[in-house]
């Protein structure tokens, strides 16, 4: 067993094959060599010069892919800091945090650096800003001016990027937009009310979440059918239109804009289940103030029916389809799950929304390539990430099975290697279970 969160001076992974995800090319047979927390080299095992002081993870039959990434999560949560291991257990090396206090955040990602804490890299864009009370960290801003504001304090306090959320009058969101361009800080979040997908874009928006602000394509039967859906349900899961939206995926594409779809959240919130129920398997990795959070942010409605929840699919399973038609449009696209907000395993969680992807018309390679090239090409880190190659971070996933050929085997985790640091089977199970609250 490799010792957990040990920093290893030098790491091979043995006769393996390597998958690039920004071509999908499969090499077999290669030996990678991993220095500290960099990638020395790669070259065919046949051929390749191993120290015989490195830890050898044998890869015969394997295969090794770049670290993945949720581009979409809350670590700063009620246990949150305890949940971070599990990122790292599930091949997730990396992650971009939507929202919460920076001091805690910038600490763990000291520590994560540093090797001193279990977790994955991260980019951090504490407090997000927001036009109404939420009971998360935000910047309320109700005018222009305020926006304004909001900016240029979240640049002092030396942000990653600047995340917008809902509630916002349209003068005051573009006032935040102009703002962070002149800044020039990347800014990202959810389109609402009074702003479309396509003026999110036009305005700099470098991704857009979740899904909102986008109408589903129905036909005139389903509109008349979806005009009973709940309203929450509208909100979230977007309304109809019987006009082709082409043209505004297309519009995003041309952009460059991301999209994160975060699949797997919505599908709770259709079904009116968004809570974590005692005694499930979920709930033995979140703590009691945490399941209460939850039930607050994402609570469900009184006068939720049967009716509501059958509709609620309807328009669920519109959203799995039109990541496919984005996709196909040439949006670029970004693996997210909301969690630990959103009930799932933060880490598994990517491993489900690669799978509705999947489901939603993308190809295992294209699905991939959103947990792994994409991020790297979002955060201008194409020179450091995404892809396998000598120079780069040494963060990747050895798998005992092609996700080329079956998504579902990005879940057959056989070691990981998390900037430098290696990972076996049981090291991985161990981080698992220690982040376990209470026994299942």
């Given at each position: 067993?490799?010792?957990?969160?040990?920093?290893?001076?030098?790491?091979?992974?043995?006769?393996?094959?390597?998958?690039?995800?920004?071509?999908?090319?499969?090499?077999p047979g290669q030996a990678?060599?991993?220095?500290?927390?960099?990638?020395?080299?790669?070259?065919?095992?046949?051929?390749?010069?191993?120290?015989?002081?490195?830890?050898?993870?044998?890869?015969?039959?394997?295969?090794?892919?770049?670290?993945?990434?949720?581009?979409?999560?809350?670590?700063?949560?009620?246990?949150?800091?305890?949940?971070?291991?599990?990122?790292?257990?599930?091949?997730?090396?990396?992650?971009?945090?939507?929202?919460?206090?920076?001091?805690?955040?910038?600490?763990?990602?000291?520590?994560?650096?540093?090797?001193?804490?279990?977790?994955?890299?991260?980019?951090?864009?504490?407090?997000?800003?927001?036009?109404?009370?939420?009971?998360?960290?935000?910047?309320?801003?109700?005018?222009?001016?305020?926006?304004?504001?909001?900016?240029?304090?979240?640049?002092?306090?030396?942000?990653?990027?600047?995340?917008?959320?809902?509630?916002?009058?349209?003068?005051?969101?573009?006032?935040?937009?102009?703002?962070?361009?002149?800044?020039?800080?990347?800014?990202?979040?959810?389109?609402?009310?009074?702003?479309?997908?396509?003026?999110?874009?036009?305005?700099?928006?470098?991704?857009?979440?979740?899904?909102?602000?986008?109408?589903?394509?129905?036909?005139?039967?389903?509109?008349?059918?979806?005009?009973?859906?709940?309203?929450?349900?509208?909100?979230?899961?977007?309304?109809?239109?019987?006009?082709?939206?082409?043209?505004?995926?297309?519009?995003?594409?041309?952009?460059?804009?991301?999209?994160?779809?975060?699949?797997?959240?919505?599908?709770?919130?259709?079904?009116?289940?968004?809570?974590?129920?005692?005694?499930?398997?979920?709930?033995?990795?979140?703590?009691?103030?945490?399941?209460?959070?939850?039930?607050?942010?994402?609570?469900?409605?009184?006068?939720?029916?049967?009716?509501?929840?059958?509709?609620?699919?309807?328009?669920?399973?519109?959203?799995?389809?039109?990541?496919?038609?984005?996709?196909?449009?040439?949006?670029?696209?970004?693996?997210?799950?909301?969690?630990?907000?959103?009930?799932?395993?933060?880490?598994?969680?990517?491993h489900e929304e690669l799978?509705?992807?999947?489901?939603?018309?993308?190809?295992?390679?294209?699905?991939?390539?959103?947990?792994?090239?994409?991020?790297?090409?979002?955060?201008?880190?194409?020179?450091?990430?995404?892809?396998?190659?000598?120079?780069?971070?040494?963060?990747?996933?050895?798998?005992?099975?092609?996700?080329?050929?079956?998504?579902?085997?990005?879940?057959?985790?056989?070691?990981?290697?998390?900037?430098?640091?290696?990972?076996?089977?049981?090291?991985?199970?161990?981080?698992?279970?220690?982040?376990?609250?209470?026994?299942?």
């Amino acid at each position: 067993m490799y010792a957990i969160g040990l920093a290893l001076q030098l790491v091979v992974v043995t006769n393996t094959t390597v998958i690039d995800p920004s071509t999908g090319r499969a090499t077999p047979g290669q030996a990678i060599l991993i220095n500290g927390s960099r990638v020395q080299s790669i070259a065919p095992a046949a051929r390749a010069t191993i120290p015989a002081s490195a830890l050898r993870i044998d890869g015969q039959g394997k295969f090794v892919i770049p670290g993945l990434w949720d581009m979409h999560v809350h670590n700063d949560v009620p246990g949150g800091g305890a949940l971070l291991p599990l990122y790292v257990a599930y091949g997730v090396t990396g992650v971009r945090d939507m929202d919460g206090r920076l001091a805690p955040l910038r600490a763990w990602q000291k520590e994560i650096q540093g090797g001193t804490r279990v977790g994955p890299r991260m980019v951090i864009s504490g407090p997000y800003i927001v036009g109404q009370r939420v009971p998360l960290p935000s910047l309320t801003v109700t005018t222009p001016a305020e926006g304004r504001a909001a900016v240029d304090s979240l640049a002092a306090l030396g942000v990653d990027f600047i995340k917008v959320h809902n509630g916002m009058t349209p003068d005051t969101y573009f006032a935040v937009a102009r703002r962070a361009r002149e800044r020039g800080i990347v800014f990202a979040g959810h389109v609402f009310n009074g702003v479309t997908p396509v003026q999110a874009s036009d305005s700099g928006q470098r991704s857009e979440e979740h899904l909102s602000g986008f109408p589903n394509e129905c036909t005139v039967t389903d509109s008349a059918r979806l005009a009973a859906a709940h309203p929450l349900h509208r909100f979230l899961l977007g309304g109809c239109t019987t006009r082709s939206q082409e043209a505004s995926y297309r519009r995003l594409a041309a952009n460059g804009t991301w999209v994160t779809p975060t699949l797997i959240v919505q599908q709770p919130v259709a079904a009116f289940q968004p809570s974590v129920a005692r005694g499930d398997r979920l709930s033995t990795f979140f703590s009691d103030s945490l399941l209460a959070m939850m039930s607050i942010v994402m609570p469900i409605p009184r006068d939720a029916t049967p009716l509501h929840r059958t509709l609620g699919l309807v328009m669920y399973d519109k959203r799995i389809a039109m990541v496919g038609a984005l996709s196909r449009a040439g949006v670029p696209l970004l693996t997210g799950s909301d969690t630990p907000v959103a009930p799932a395993v933060p880490g598994e969680a990517i491993h489900e929304e690669l799978a509705l992807m999947v489901r939603g018309g993308l190809t295992p390679l294209e699905a991939l390539r959103a947990a792994t090239w994409e991020p790297a090409r979002y955060l201008n880190a194409t020179d450091s990430l995404g892809t396998i190659a000598a120079g780069k971070v040494a963060d990747l996933v050895v798998l005992d099975a092609n996700p080329l050929l079956d998504i579902a085997n990005v879940r057959r985790v056989h070691a990981v290697v998390s900037n430098g640091r290696a990972f076996d089977r049981a090291a991985l199970d161990a981080l698992i279970a220690a982040a376990r609250v209470r026994q299942p």
